[in-house]
T-cell receptor, first 116, second 113 residues
């Protein structure tokens, strides 16, 4: 399978715990996006990487959230001191660098987080 | 600030009917508009992408149109089938170098056999 993969697919945690999600983009895709989707809503942009550089962060990404892409390949999204309001589906997408295709994002299956 | 709205929020139609889903956006400065499908608990599948210079795109039984000046797009589904049941989301790609997507809340479509 050469699509975008995310791990874990589901995570249940207690309020106050830290969680980390991983995203493996499609090989050769230099752009990587994180989105958050709550029930009944469309996804909301969280952050964007081009290679290893984090170029944009949404105001939704509070100080408890941090994302990394250390070698320009996989990315991690960590949430510290989770709150019930963090319960959502966290989606990762990647897109290629070549002209005419960079605007097409390929999505992973998402990680569904439930904070009790 | 770009806002994307989808109407209706939910739609239920008998199998075989043709139907139209609507998407509107507030700022016409977009790079492109995309329609996605999302099955329950799943990720997103891209259906159609319309560049800002285009008026429509077709794929099989799906046809998407774009009117940038009025800030509207429609997704037309012909001869609907139960397998078309899903949530359909539209997203506009901002005209910036990050290709950030701004999403509508989706239309939940149920096709009754």
């Amino acid at each position: 399978d050469t699509g975008v993969s995310q791990d874990p697919r589901h995570k249940i945690t207690k309020r106050g715990q830290n969680v980390t999600f991983r995203c493996d983009p499609i090989s050769e895709h230099n752009r990587l996006y994180w989105y958050r989707q709550t029930l009944g809503q469309g996804p909301e942009f969280l952050t964007y990487f081009q290679n290893e550089a984090q170029l944009e962060k949404s105001r939704l990404l509070s100080d408890r959230f941090s994302a990394e892409r250390p070698k320009g390949s996989f990315s991690t999204l960590e949430i510290q001191r989770t709150e019930q309001g963090d319960s959502a589906m966290y989606l990762c997408a990647s897109s290629p660098p070549w002209l005419g295709a960079a605007e097409t994002q390929y999505f992973g299956p998402g990680t569904r987080l439930l904070v009790l | 600030k770009q806002e994307v709205t989808q109407i209706p929020a939910a739609l239920s139609v008998p199998e075989g009917e043709n139907l139209v889903l609507n998407c509107s956006f507030t700022d016409s400065a977009i790079y492109n508009l995309q329609w996605f499908r999302q099955d329950p608990g799943k990720g997103l599948t891209s259906l159609l992408l319309i560049q800002s210079s285009q008026r429509e795109q077709t794929s099989g039984r799906l046809n998407a149109s774009l009117d940038k000046s009025s800030g509207r797009s429609t997704l037309y589904i012909a001869a609907s089938q139960p397998g078309d049941s899903a949530t359909y989301l539209c997203a506009v790609n901002l005209a910036n170098s990050n290709y950030q997507l701004i999403w509508g809340a989706g239309t939940k479509l149920i096709i009754k056999p």
